[in-house]
């Protein structure tokens, strides 16, 4: 699929269920988090990954800027660690409400948007102290 | 080499059996062990193929869980040992002029692989492989199952033919044995039947109730050997109305032979009878001149010597003498004294010859008379002495005649058959004294019967020659001297005459001859 949008200017914005993640994080936790680096928060609840699924513009740009590779790379990535038993691997949805929708369930979960949520049970993180990156 | 019916069936039998063994043994458990591997390794593949289609779809889809379980997916299947995701990657060189490719294994199910693999040797294992390629890498599913399965299937398939094998083999045996007691035995019971009916037993039977077709046979065979039996029995019995026939036809031909012989004999004796009775009629005129002129001869020879002596005792008496001495001188010539008593012994002689000629030519008469199946009044001492008279050169001089007649009356006969009767026994008597002897002859009447016997002192006979003396054409004689028909005649002769002969005899002491008839007949035979 080809894609438009110049990942560089993208924004792309960090939410959380309001159990679990902290308001603000460096961008360098962020990525680490994202990683599966960390699989508990500090109030013990399980770190959750919710992504875009590799091919949609959002994930695309996702790889890009948090993992600086390709869509492929990323699952072979996640299949590693996940088939390693290191961590789990994210939950890759296909839409933006989707992705809201199983954060605002999951306690724990942290996923990217590429836009600042406004949906209810959704927390937005502050990464280097800003909304979005 | 001869094999038998039994050895048939039974070579039959264990080479059906030998070969659905092989077959059962060893050829169908190999095929069925072939298609069996030949599944078995399919199967594998296709699970393969799933696993490694369900990774395909989980990986399109970035379901990392949907990955695992694609790979779980045998996870209940007992023969599963692990499930390997390898990883393909190609590798360029720093210039990107050439590349290589590797395999890195990305996953394996389940967690304890390892220990499960140690566990098998490489010829338990069925490994199959199934590659795939998605966007987000080219790789491959890698399924490895036991074969311990495939090891029990043909175990289990061996065990099921062997006891098929031996199932088979008992009913074969059972068959046999079967085939032996319906087909062997019956047909065995069959030929030794046949044998006992070739050797002429022909109340064989054999019992055989069965349907098919040695029960046909059975009952062929037993019909047959009925059949036969009913054939011999008609064939003997024809063959005893034959004999009985032959026997009767061989007694008419000895009795048409004897009554031949008989009436050749009669036929003869007829003949001798008429020139007997000629002769003795030609005889018997001149016999007759002689005999009735002897005694005037006699007469008239007694009156001629009467005038010759009266005419010497007138020249006696009247001394003439001299006168007629010439006469005298003649007288003393002649011997005219030894003249005269010459001639009375010459008229003797004459008178005895011509008496005893006349006896003869009357016996000759006597004997040959000719019967015409006419019962007639005859003497039996006459024809006794006819007998003697014509028989007396034959005996005279050397045999004694001693009769002992009693007072009999005529009896009712053929007078030419009774002769020759007599006949052939007194020659037969005469015949029997070699030297000397006597020859006893009496006659009585006892009854209504008369009754003769004639007793020689000649050599006898044994029994067994007794036995067989009045049989045709028996004789002790030498040949040509006898028909051995005369006795046989005779006896032919008495019955005819409803009487009876016996004969008594030993050897040495004579024969005797005992000779019953009737003195009167009922009947004309």
Known sequence: ?133 | MRITLKTKIWLTILTIVLMFSFFSLYYFPSQQEKYLLDNYNNEVQNLTNTISLGVKIALKDENFEGVQTAMSFVKDDQRLLFVNLWVTDTTWDNDHKSFKVSDSLLKTYPEDTVNRHNTHSKNSIIKKRSEFASDMMNGAIELAVTTEYIEMGKKKIRTTSLIVSGVVFVIGILIGFWLSRNISIPVVALRNAADKVGEGDLTQRVINESGDEIGDLARAFNKMVADLAKAREELNKANINLATTNEELHKTVADLKAAQEQLIQAEKMASLGQLTAGIAHELNNPINFVTANIQPLKDDMADLIKFIESYDEIIRKNNLENKFSEIEKVKQDGNIEFTKKEINNLLKGIEDGATRTSEIVKGLKNFSRLDRNVFKKASINDSLDSTLTLLHNSFKNRIEIIKSYSDLPEVDCFPGQINQVFMNILSNAIQSIPAEGKIFIKTWQDQQNVKISIRDTGVGMTDEVRKKIFDPFFTTKEVGKGTGLGLSISYGIIQKHNGEIEVFSKPGEGTEFSIRIPVTQQTIN
């Not at chain 1, 269920?17 to 603000?24: D, I, L, Q, Y």
């Not at chain 1, 890009?64 to 990535?77: H, P």
């Open chain 1, 1 to 133: 699929m080809g894609l438009n949008i110049n990942a560089q200017d993208a924004a792309l914005t960090a939410i959380s269920n309001p159990k679990g993640a902290p308001a603000t994080m460096k961008m360098s936790e962020l990525k680490s988090i994202m990683k599966g680096e960390k699989q508990r928060w500090s109030d013990g609840t399980k770190v959750s990954i919710v992504l875009m699924k590799t091919n949609t513009a959002t994930g695309e740009i996702t790889c890009q800027k948090i993992y600086n590779m390709s869509g492929d790379k990323v699952k072979r990535f996640w299949l590693g660690l996940s088939f390693s038993g290191k961590a789990d691997a994210p939950t890759f949805c296909n839409s933006l409400a989707e992705l809201e929708s199983i954060v605002a369930q999951t306690p724990g979960a942290i996923g990217i948007l590429d836009r600042v949520s406004t949906g209810t049970g959704i927390k937005t993180i502050l990464v280097d102290g800003k909304n979005s990156f």
